[in-house]
Every structure is written in C-alpha cells, then in structure tokens.
C-alpha cells in the first residue's frame, strides 16, 4: 500500500523489484553500510591466500609432500602485480586502502568514477574488456544490475592473462558459475575465491565443487559479532523511523 516501507536487512537488493515497489508508492530502504570493514578483509584476505597459494601449500604439506616451488608455480611479487576493480564504491575502496600498502599497481573499471578521480586515489581507470586483460587479480565489487550481471563469462575468462586469480565477494549473478570452472578445470585461470554464488546454499550437483584452485566461503564475509549488532541496531531504527513516517535511512537507489 502507498506508505508502505519496504526495508532489506542487509545490503543487497537484488531480490527486490524496486521499480514496481516505487510504483506503488512503497520506499525502499537498505542497509549498505553495517559490514564495510568485514567484506574488505574478507575479500583481502581470500586475495592474498590465491596470490601466495596458501590453500595448495597447506595440502601438499598435509599429504607429505614438500616442494614449496612445485607446488606454487608461478607466483608474482605484488609489487609487479596488477589488482583490478570492477567496481569501486565503498567496499572496492576499503579493499583499495587495506592493499595499497603492499606496493600492487591498480586498475579500476567503474562507470562512476572518472580518469581523474582514479588517479587521485592511484588506479588507472580502464574499460572492462581491459580491466580483464591486464589484471593479475580481480576483485568483484559491484552490484547485480543489468550491464553487471554474467560480465564474469566465458569470452572475459578468456580475456585474462593465463593464471590470473578472480575473487567475487559481491553478488553470485556477476558470474557464469559454469564458465568459471571450466577455466578452473583447463588450468588456464591460476585460481578463484567466491564468498557469493548463483544458488545459496550452493547446490550439490554445482561444477564449482569439482573445480581446482577454488576457495569458497559460504556467504561469510558480511560476518562479525559487532556487524550483527550494528545491522540490527541499523534496522531497527529504520522500522522506528518508518512507523513515525519518516523515509528509510538509506533509500535504494533509482533503477
């Protein structure tokens, strides 16, 4: 009914169908901002372990063996390798300050952000196809919208540089789940970190449960005990403000 305030505990909004509420007179609210911080490390952190083969090297040594080079392969100094962002709103930025440190050269393909404001922040703005070609590590950033969702496919794959590493702690639609393995399988791409998926809880026939060099996490990174409590406290506060009659906090933006 008009009024009506429609809010989504949490910060994806996708299952939402934010034009019909609108055309009901229904406010659409969401909380983008309870878990920045969580979703940043968690993405570096996954990052990192692709980068310096932390999962393989931990199995080699449990099955016994111990041959550090062999098992790594090729392996880059992040000060020659390049970190690409598909996407850079808040988490893009916070995974940006947490590895700006560790000397990486950056791109960034954001349709939001120009050549100019990039450079401020030190990446080299790029166009997608680019961004795919000339990352050593991609990070997913970005919403599930029309010009987002599959862009991680089979043509993309093949535009990246053989052992290029994917980490996806955004949305499950921005990737060909099936495309992504296949590159898993072929050993062309060098790994994949996925915290999202198409189908949660990831379904047991999923190519991805075979596929090598692929970390998952079940949907995990939003998590902390304090990001609980602060989701909770956001929300609540929006249910107060909308029985008051008063807009939701943080409205979803236009289509």
Not at 125 to 132: A, E, I, P, Q, S
Not at 190 to 204: I, M, N, R, T, Y
Request: proline content about 7%; aromatic content about 6%; glycine content about 10%.
């Amino acid at each position: 009914a008009p009024g009506t305030v429609l809010l989504r505990y949490g910060i994806g909004y996708d299952n939402i169908d934010v034009a019909a509420a609108r055309a009901r007179g229904v406010a659409v609210g969401y909380v983008p901002d309870y878990c920045i911080d969580e979703v940043a490390e968690h993405t570096v952190a996954l990052l990192l372990a692709l980068l310096r083969r932390v999962v393989p090297l931990d199995a080699s040594v449990r099955t016994g063996a111990w041959d550090a080079v062999t098992v790594a392969g090729k392996v880059l100094p992040m000060a020659e390798t390049t970190v690409g962002f598909l996407g850079f709103g808040r988490i893009g930025r916070a995974v940006h300050a947490r590895l700006s440190p560790f000397g990486f050269r950056f791109l960034v393909a954001d349709p939001a952000l120009d050549a100019e404001q990039a450079a401020a922040s030190g990446l080299r703005r790029v166009t997608t196809d680019t961004l795919f070609a000339e990352a050593d590590a991609l990070s997913l950033n970005a919403p599930a919208v029309p010009g987002t969702i599959g862009i991680v496919n089979a043509r993309t794959l093949a535009l990246m540089r053989p052992g290029a590493v994917v980490v996806n702690t955004s949305r499950g639609k921005l990737v060909d789940e099936a495309a992504l393995a296949e590159a898993l399988v072929s050993g062309r791409l060098g790994g994949a970190a996925l915290d999202v998926f198409e189908a949660e809880p990831l379904p047991a026939g999923s190519p991805l449960r075979q596929a090598p060099n692929l970390i998952m996490t079940p949907h995990a990174a939003w998590y902390s005990t304090a990001a609980i409590t602060r989701l909770q406290g956001l929300v609540a506060a929006d249910i107060a403000a909308a029985l008051a009659g008063n807009p939701p906090r943080c409205p979803v933006p236009a289509p």
